[in-house]
T-cell receptor, first 113, second 110 residues
Framework: DQQVKQNSPSLSVQEGRISILNCDYTNSMFDYFLWYKKYPAEGPTFLIS?????DKNEDGRFTVFLNKSAKHLSLHIVPSQPGDSAVYFCAASVTSGTYKYIFGTGTRLKVLA | DGGITQSPKYLFRKEGQNVTLSCEQN?????MYWYRQDPGQGLRLIYY???????QKGDIAEGYSVSREKKESFPLTVTSAQKNPTAFYLC?????????FGPGTRLTVL
């Protein structure tokens, strides 16, 4: 049972345009969500996070939106740059008890110059 | 320079042998995690430890073992009981809600 789903395995966007990466979850107990960026053969690097008490969080070119009723979050990158080309993972956790993270399967973003 | 180190970067093992992957952190984080990543899949949790001398099984612990004798170190042993050990292994530590990852170890079983 996949609790965190990224239904788009890949996405191509022109440089300068907006990239929107989506993530759906099924467990209503999740209260903290994160986005990571990963290059091949490297560890993921943290991008941005959001608590369930918020519906939006911004950090520079990156914005994460959370829609709790739809159990959906999205990552917006504006403007997209070629260096943004990587695999993006969303992750969800329950911030009490075991503090485990459940990761989606990732979306490969390619920003075209 | 604080961070998480994993060694070696690439590891080859003969079928039937046990192998230990190293993970060290100097971030003073209490919690540490081991994941594996396979092509087309997300990160799957193998083991995690919230504090020294304590650890719990993750979703795919069969064929793996860990120890947490020191706060800085969380080694993972891939045993011969692991049926499909070839994968990319990632170690992480946690501060607050955020995880920090090491560079990973690519294990290939020949």
């Amino acid at each position: 049972d996949q609790q965190v789903k990224q239904n788009s395995p890949s996405l191509s966007v022109q440089e300068g345009r907006i990239s929107i990466l989506n993530c759906d979850y099924t467990n209503s107990m999740f209260d903290y969500f994160l986005w990571y960026k990963k290059y091949p053969a490297e560890g993921p690097t943290f991008l941005i996070s959001i608590s369930s008490i918020k519906d939006k969080n911004e950090d520079g070119r990156f914005t994460v939106f959370l829609n709790k009723s739809a159990k959906h979050l999205s990552l917006h990158i504006v403007p997209s740059q070629p260096g943004d080309s990587a695999v993006y993972f969303c992750a969800a956790s329950v911030t009490s008890g075991t503090y485990k993270y459940i990761f989606g399967t990732g979306t490969r973003l390619k920003v075209l110059a | 320079d604080g961070g998480i180190t994993q060694s070696p970067k690439y590891l080859f093992r003969k079928e039937g042998q046990n192998v230990t992957l190293s993970c060290e952190q100097n971030l003073n984080h209490d919690a540490m995690y081991w994941y594996r990543q396979d092509p087309g899949q997300g990160l799957r949790l193998i083991y995690y430890s919230q504090i020294v001398n304590d650890f719990q099984k993750g979703d795919i612990a069969e064929g793996y073992s860990v120890s947490r004798e020191k706060k800085e170190s969380f080694p993972l042993t891939v045993t011969s009981a692991q049926k499909n050990p070839t994968a990319f292994y990632l170690c992480a530590s946690r501060m607050g809600g955020r995880q920090f990852f090491g560079p990973g170890t690519r294990l290939t079983v020949l």
